[in-house]
């Protein structure tokens, strides 16, 4: 099953991000911890996300589109269909997840060596 099995197709752009991210959720039948997991996130960042506290940082942008199955020009501004695309397939939103680990790795790398740095001047 895909976000676009029970999501009405049309134009929601009066609809805002947050309200997309939690359509799309919620047409699979998953909780905020589900997509919490697959993103690599915290469920306090989606539900910032979901109540519009805070927008998704781009790169987390085409994740959070392939996890859910939709395009993320509908995510961003719903004016698409809620239709496939690309992401949409199960291998597109495995390869969506390791880019957004390896984004993560790369973060967590970069402040390691923040640290190592500020180590070193002490």
Do not use: C
């Amino acid at each position: 099953m895909n976000a676009y099995d029970s999501v009405p197709v049309g134009n929601d752009t009066d609809l805002g991000i947050g309200r997309r991210i939690t359509d799309a959720r919620n047409s699979l039948g998953w909780s905020q911890e589900d997509l919490a997991h697959r993103m690599g996130v915290t469920v306090e960042t989606i539900t910032g996300w979901e109540s519009e506290e805070r927008d998704p940082r781009s790169n987390r942008i085409i994740t959070l589109a392939g996890v859910l199955g939709v395009s993320a020009h509908w995510l961003l501004d719903g004016s698409a269909e809620f239709a496939p695309d690309d992401s949409s397939n199960p291998a597109a939103a495995a390869r969506a997840q390791l880019q957004s680990v390896r984004m993560k790795i790369n973060e967590l790398s970069q402040l390691v060596s923040d640290i190592e740095a500020q180590l070193d001047q002490l």
